[in-house]
């Protein structure tokens, strides 16, 4: 019997298979997307960097990425300031104050830069089990971005699929692909979330719902 592979690594698979398709081509089979198994619970074994443990559920936090990669971020950020300061200088030289004006102008952009990846990393995920209802919470800087509530009615199915969210490649003309959401089902209701996250937090985060209401005890 062969071995089946990790969620994510299906996931991974699921969207490059898209990804090389016009979205009529892959919608009927993204939209089924992918099923949590139950021998993917074998996989919460492996400590997972961000994953901690709460009384009613878990918290999944994005904010774990290294030493090394906030090295690396950081650089990235001052070579954009100085990139951006080059760009501006020539622009205003020639008047009074070209260092205050250059600064000023560059602010704004350099706000922005800074936002952005900070926004993508300094996230979590909120997973709160109910009697009667899921709740997941999208937190970025600490306040709520998004929440998710599903009454609970019955089996709970958990899978990844295409709920509608594309991926841009590049340009315009080469166009997008589907990116599959977590998603949670229960009698005739569904919830999609984590569109955000790579593809193994999204796939932890799958495992971990799929676990507590189809693991094995």
């Known amino acids: 019997m062969a071995e089946t592979k990790p969620l994510s690594e299906q996931l991974v698979e699921c969207e490059q298979w898209c990804a090389e398709r016009a979205e009529k081509e892959y919608l009927a ?56 300061c080059v760009l501006v200088f020539p622009s205003v030289q020639k008047t009074a104050h070209p260092f205050l004006y250059a600064t000023l102008l560059t602010i704004p952009a350099c706000l922005l830069m800074i936002y952005l990846p900070f926004r993508m990393i300094l996230q979590s995920h909120e997973v709160v089990f109910g009697d009667d209802v899921l709740v997941v919470r999208r937190r970025t800087f600490g306040y709520l ?41 229960s009698g005739a209701a569904e919830v999609a979330f984590g569109t955000h996250l790579d593809h193994n937090e999204r796939a932890r985060l799958a495992i971990l719902i799929d676990h507590y209401f189809n693991g094995v005890a």
């Open 29 to 84: 089979v993204a939209t089924k997307g992918l099923r949590v198994l139950p021998e993917h619970h074998a996989e919460l074994s492996t400590p997972f960097p961000g994953q901690e443990p709460r009384a009613n559920g878990w918290l999944l936090r994005s904010d774990v990425i290294g030493f090394g990669s906030w090295l690396l971020l950081s650089l990235g950020l001052v070579a954009g300031v100085g990139a951006i």
């Open 145 to 185: 971005a998004g929440e998710w509530r599903l009454p609970l009615d019955g089996e709970v199915h958990v899978g990844l699929a295409y709920r509608g969210v594309q991926v841009s490649r590049g340009p315009k003309s080469v166009g997008t692909w589907g990116q599959l959401s977590v998603v949670v089902g």
